[in-house]
């Protein structure tokens, strides 16, 4: 197995976890670490998937970076309102609580 | 000319998104009027020239396609740039009055705003699939932001759960894009459409991105987050999500629909959406009708009208060309007239909640006989929400009838008429609200007369928007050719 | 039930996913941009392909991710407008990690600014730099120093967007120039992406750390009751 094939099949397996992950889990932190974990496996697949032959393709890569970029300012968003979510209501997850 | 317009429109909405995030609420506002002024002309600017002289390729950086990114400046995504003006800034315009600018946190609005309208100019334009991911982030992370504004924990929930549909769409269109730049190396939407005829694309590729951007766009079943999104945010910001940011989501898929459909396409999937898309129209109207809050309403119509958009997969599948364009012209047509028409009636329900001081559909008693006008604008919208003659949702139903029959594809006939039927059930009951009698005294505040203007205008907009139809159609249809010289 | 059909999801699409990404791989793209990206190179004004393709080739994309990133910044700040709430118990006093800040943080500086520089020829630039520079400002931060700029004032906000704004004066004066949004002078590429790179370093730090203070603290079991009686 090369090497490449071995990004594309961890990625696969990341997207397949984190999506399961995401839909399974009700806690706020726990859906936001497998989001993580899908978006991970999707870079790996960007990444994985644009080099066939080994030789490393630069376009791929800054898009990842971007891409990582994205994820963490959405992250970064999504902590802030689930801490204060939590701060105002005392809950983790999005069942009951004030408003519903 | 063109050489100055494509920059102005991409550069006032983010430098006025700098400008507005170091001031506050009141110097903000008078920027953003400024701001407007200038994104409207540019836009008219921009539809003006596209139609005079055809669409063309604009070249980021001087970098062209496949290695920079490149815009495609045509007929379709000019009249959204310039509908994106027209909403937007009626939405902004009834903000500057309806915020309160005493809370500090309001002042977030503006940039807020700014960065949204880039977003969603950034869509339309984009030539290149990676870049339209980044601008639909824009927007998703903007309109979050604007639901969220204020931190109280009812929109905090509603954002949350917004914002996790949001980023798990996004993934799974990045996905998709993903297995595109491996099986074609390239990411340029113009170059792939030329490729995919020798180079037929993976199924999944496409099945990927409806799946993702159906949870963005809110298609049936997918449509959880929208109505407590929608319905809890202020009114101008309900206002533009419900016309703008979910026809961002659909506009992509779209795109990718008829530039890949007829590869990686198959009727299972054309069928599937379209099926999904019946459901949300009977289903949201229904919804809609069993509200008891008035917004609740209107953003439940929404789950309704943006099922129609779905019936785009199967009127565009395996039919004859000229059924295909009309399908795509009678979509288009209600994109246009929705966006219009909810816009307005979201700002209208605004008015009216504001007016009555009480959110219920119940509360409206009396309406009719002191605030006539805002309940005006509302009725107006909704004569083309429910399609009559002569309003722009009634042309666009028209053409997507005749796409129905001339498809052979009888069965969404039955969808069309259903769901005109089921919207008249749901704003008579607002109606039938507001037209009874509870005494000869005005208990109402009396909002504004420039809050009331606006959705009036928005709506006399998505009346008249049935009389000059073949415009818009026209422009769409227009050929792209080259960059700017 | 949820449980099933949700598994069954997962695996099917994992599979799906797998067969597919294994045929992509085994076929040859028919657009290869590394040749394009090579024969671009001496004029991107960089020595490193991926910094070329993310601040020059296709920079349209990095603005609109610091557009993202400034977003994400000023949704959170929206939140702490409402009501401040950071907790001083957060800040430890621990002697030790005075101590040990005393010799990270200067170390961490030097880092940031060495993988700013690198980036021009070499893995680093202002993502990896900035991160760092965000991660000293949150050590910092939770060593008690109290960094009075995080203030929900005109200087959290000017440091938020000074990035942003400079790239997007630079892709403005392009089209001043008559040539295109977000083009540079060959002469000045270089030049420009520095001082594009130092910029966002510093906002994208900022950014970073920005958020970290606006997050509600922990709150314990005690603050319910009294949380309660508030409301």
Known sequence: MTPVQLYVLAGVLLCGLGFAGFLLTSHLLRKLMAFNIMGSGTFLLLVGLAQPNNTPDPVPQALVLTGIVVALAA??????????WYHLSGRTDLQGGPGD | MLALLIPGLLFTPLALAVLCLLVNFRIGRLFSWVGIIVQVLVALGLWATVADQGGLYYDLGGWAAPLGIELRVDGLAVTFVLLTAVVASAAALHAGAYLDPRKGYQSYFWPLLWFLWAGLNGVWLAGDLFNLYVGLELISLAAVGLVALGGEAPALRAALRYLYAALLGSLGYLLAVALVYGSYGTLSLSGIAELAADHPPAPLILVLAALGLALKTALFPLHFWLPAAHGIAKSPVSALLSALVVKASFYIMARLWLEMGEQAGSIWLAQGLGALGAAGVVVGSWQAFRQSRLKMVVAYSSVAQIGYLFLLFPLSWGVATTTAELAQQ???????????????????????ILAVGNPQVSALAGVSRFLPFSLFSFGLAAVSLMGLPPSGGFVAKWLLLQASLAAGQWWWIGVLLLGSLLSALYVFRIFRASFLETGSDDPFYHPPRSLEVIPMALAVMAIGLGFVANLPLTVMALPVGGGVP | MKLLLVLIAAVVLTVVLGQTAWQILAQPTPVDLRELVAEAMPDSGVAHPITAVLLNFRSYDTLLEIGVLVVAGMAGLSMRAVAPLEAPAMRTSDTLLQALLRWFVPFLLVLSAYLLWAGSDRSGGAFQAGAVLGATGVLLRLGGV???FLRPGLMLRLGLVLGFAVFLLVAVMGAIRGDMFLAYP???????IVVIEAALTLSIAMVLVGLFAVAPAQATERDWPSREGKR
């Not at chain 2, 009678?330 to 009216?352: R, V, Y």
């Open chain 1, 75 to 84: 992250t970064a968003l999504a902590l802030v309102l689930m801490r204060r």
């Open chain 2, 330 to 352: 009678g979509i288009t047509l209600h994109l246009i007239s929705h966006a219009l028409a909810k816009a307005a009636m979201f700002l209208a329900a605004g008015n009216l």
């Open chain 3, 186 to 192: 060959q002469e000045w590429a270089g030049l420009l």
């Open chain 3, 146 to 148: 109290p960094l009075d």
